[in-house]
């Protein structure tokens, strides 16, 4: 039987071989990050986000999402990736624990990976916020390493999004 992947997903899809946690692989520009699939509660076209007055640059703004405001962060600034305008496959993913959420701005959302555990530790050179949000690098097979990004840190990120940086 052949399982049918969401059209959210494109052809860099790796195979899962090894075993861990999924993680769901996004590309922001030359990069692939994966945040922890089961904190993941949805991926969806970006909406229409409304813009925070003399919010920092990360911040996109508010979105409505699934009836409630949704904050949604662009990391890309903060892991010293260039921001440019997302292209037609860019996705929100919406990283949700308990009560707390907080959309992600991807690229693309390039399909799941298995991440061992524990997680190889992140490059020592990071620095500054990317070494706050990069938890570990995985190299889960021919597509290239993947930096995973703690949720945590994205949901923290969510919670300053109304405070200037």
Known sequence: MTETLP?????????LEV?????VVVRLGGGRYGLAAHD?????PVPRITRLPGSPVWVRGLANWRGH????IDVRPLLDVAVTPLPTSA????????DVEVGVVAETVTGLVAV????PPAPI???GDSAELVRGLAD????????VLGTPQLLALGARSGQSR
């Open 125 to 127: 050179g990071l620095t």
């Open 91 to 98: 996705r929100l993913v919406v990283v949700a624990v308990d």
């Open 19 to 23: 075993p861990g946690v999924d993680h």
């Open 40 to 44: 993941v509660a949805e991926v969806v």
């Open 116 to 119: 061992p555990v524990p997680c």
């Open 140 to 147: 889960p097979g021919p597509a290239g390493p993947v930096a």
């Open 69 to 72: 405001v949704l904050p949604v």
């Open 7 to 15: 059209t959210w997903f494109d052809d860099d899809v790796a195979e």
